[in-house]
């Protein structure tokens, strides 16, 4: 099981700059987000082209649905090495 961060730590990481990655579908997406929020679906996630579009110089903050998507996003970065959380 992926520890997952609660909404304050989740605050803090987004005021120090961390970027955050809405793992919904784009049609969720537009839907609502959070205004800062880059819309990367997990199953981008698994293609080289969405890891494309990280840094791994900076604090990653994940959140989706709530079917665990954004954990499993978590994991997946968290074993190539980024610095990732999951809210």
């Not at 997952?4 to 784009?26: K, N, Q, S, Y």
Request: hydrophobic content about 45%; proline content about 6%.
């Amino acid at each position: 099981m992926v520890p997952e961060v609660d909404l304050a730590t989740f605050a803090a990481a987004h005021a120090d700059g961390a970027v955050v990655i809405d793992v919904r579908e784009p049609w969720r997406f537009d839907d609502y987000h959070i205004p800062t929020a880059v819309n990367i679906p997990l199953t981008q996630l698994f293609e080289p082209s969405g890891l494309k579009q990280l840094s791994r110089g900076k604090k990653i903050v994940l959140y989706g649905s709530g079917q665990g998507h954004a954990a499993q996003a978590q994991l997946l970065l968290s074993m190539k090495g980024y610095n990732a959380l999951s809210v």
